[in-house]
């Protein structure tokens, strides 16, 4: 479920590609060869906070017993418990797809955790066609993510599920 202004979005300069080259490569260094998955969503929330610019939440749900459980973040503190198909987590995770906010508080039904939130990218974890969890990352700027950002935060999700598969922890 992508903002129809996402859509349209030029692709940023390859000085953003390049960061994010940058990253995908540290966080499959940092998850190749550790299976345990809250240490390595922890790490990857580390990289992704300190290494984004304008982001104040970076970080995972995982979903147990029917709803999202906060993870491993770096940012202020969260929202615990998040239903299924409320807010843009409950949203993406409900979907079983990405979702990118340019504006949360003109999203149906958004939790606000964070007051100083305005836009949000949220993608799905899925394993064998079984909902793990969430990635969110929140900016205080609005419209702060489009396409490059899906494209390469995807590319970090897929390495989580990769690494999931690889090691089947159990959750």
Known sequence: MLDNSVLEQEP????????????????????????D?????????????????????????????GELVLGPF????????????????GTAAFKKEAVLVDNVHEFSGHIACDAA????????????????????????RYSRFNLDDLNALSRIVKLIEENITQGKPLL
Do not use: T
């Open 12 to 35: 940023r300069d390859k000085e953003v590609s390049s960061a994010y080259s940058l990253i995908v490569k540290q966080v499959g260094a940092l998850i190749e060869d550790e299976h």
């Open 117 to 140: 939130s305005n836009s949000e990218i949220v993608i799905p974890i899925i394993v064998e066609q079984k909902l793990i969890g969430v990635l969110d990352i929140d900016s205080p």
């Open 74 to 89: 770096q940012g202020q503190a969260a929202c615990i418990r998040i239903p299924m198909n409320k807010g843009v987590c």
């Open 37 to 65: 998955l809250i240490a390595n969503l922890a790490n990857v929330s580390a990289v992704l906070f300190n290494n984004l610019d304008d982001v104040n939440w970076a970080g995972f749900y995982l979903f147990k017993e």
